[in-house]
């Protein structure tokens, strides 16, 4: 009456094996998947910011009124150094580089950077911001560069220098 039948499951060497070809699998992937997201980190952040300072700079012609970009964690104010978290674009009526309750925000984005660090170099009038001028659209003072450092490889550096006519160029930059 009673049937004898053998039970399909793994033995305990069959799971160990298992485990050992996932971990192997999983060690092989991970770098590759870090180095894939740092690529598309570095070609995803020269277009992110010539649409940023491209937006910024027509802003300023259609409103006729000072725009600001500005680095910003919260996405709400302006934070020094905060570039490789997030960007604000707001109109400055009172030109003191700041976002007041009275003025409007045009743009903020968050840049979620972390495979390197963004920072921007200006010059004594934009040093932690830039602004396109209200009558012509084209930034005010002398202008300064972004600067991407790569954590892991210098060759993803970039230097990304804006002009006097508001035009972002993409230069490679080794040092950082």
Known sequence: MFHSHKESAF?????IICIAVITIITTIAIPCYHDYQERLEVAHLYPLLKQNTD???????????????????????????????????????????????????????????KYGHLKWNGS???????????????????????????????KHSQYLPIGMMGN?????NATC
């Open 11 to 15: 033995t305990l060497f069959e799971l």
């Open 55 to 113: 937006f910024a700079k027509n802003t300023a012609l259609t409103y006729h009124s000072d725009i600001v970009i500005c680095a910003s964690e919260n996405l709400n104010s302006c934070q020094n150094n905060m570039w490789h978290k997030g960007i604000i674009i707001f109109s400055d009526l009172n030109k003191n580089k700041k976002i007041d309750p009275y003025e409007q925000i045009f743009s903020a984005v968050a840049t979620n950077i």
């Open 124 to 154: 004594v009038s934009n040093l932690h911001s830039i602004t396109f001028q209200g009558d012509t659209g084209l930034p005010r003072g002398a202008m300064g560069a972004f600067h991407y450092c790569n954590f892991k490889q210098t």
């Open 168 to 172: 972002l160029r993409k230069e490679s």
